[in-house]
């Protein structure tokens, strides 16, 4: 047993000895040293001669530009016309499921603020008291620092509202046979 821990001892003293040797001449060993990289850099061409400049068109540009906007807009409108949801921001004032906690947060709107008209939903299984439709956060930021105060766990939500424009298309089925 003696006879391992020497052995052990002894090619660990001898594994961790240094092998190289260090050249004790410093940084003038290397005050010759050349690097040629000439062959591995990119050859660029020479652009001494002018280069050729367009025509001038009878257009300028923000005539050329303004069709393709507006041909654009009415696609984007007509699109989001035939669309009946939108998405946006709303202030959520109370969430549960307890319905007079959420009566009495409805009441308690009208009564601190007359000007908002809360919103409540039913959602199984919770009850919604919302304030607002509005597209951007920053919309719904107004409101929700008005109530804050208030109704100190309001916070504003991401939600989809059916827009006020939309009408529904009308279907007629040519097969149907009348009620009985």
Do not use: H
Not at 152 to 165: M, N, S, V, W
């Amino acid at each position: 047993m003696k006879k391992l821990w020497v052995i052990g001892i002894s090619l660990l003293v001898l594994g961790c000895k240094s092998t190289v040797m260090v050249s004790s001449d410093g940084p003038t060993s290397f005050s010759g040293y050349q690097e040629n990289l000439v062959a591995s850099l990119p050859e660029y061409p020479e652009f001494k001669s002018p280069v050729d400049k367009p025509k001038p068109e009878t257009l300028s540009s923000s005539q050329a530009v303004d069709g393709q906007l507006r041909e654009l807009q009415k696609r984007i409108y007509d699109k989001n016309k035939s669309e009946p949801y939108f998405s946006g921001f709303t202030v959520l004032v109370y969430s549960g499921i307890d319905r007079n906690a959420a009566f009495k947060s409805r009441d308690d709107l009208t009564l601190y603020f007359p000007e908002i008209t809360p919103e409540m939903q039913y959602q199984q299984p919770r009850y919604l008291v919302k304030i607002g439709q509005y597209t951007y956060k920053v919309e719904a930021q107004k409101a929700f620092s008005r109530i804050k105060a208030q109704f100190p766990t309001a916070r504003i939500i991401q939600d989809r509202f059916l827009r006020k424009e939309y009408v529904p298309p009308v279907t007629t089925d040519q097969n149907a046979q009348g009620q009985n």
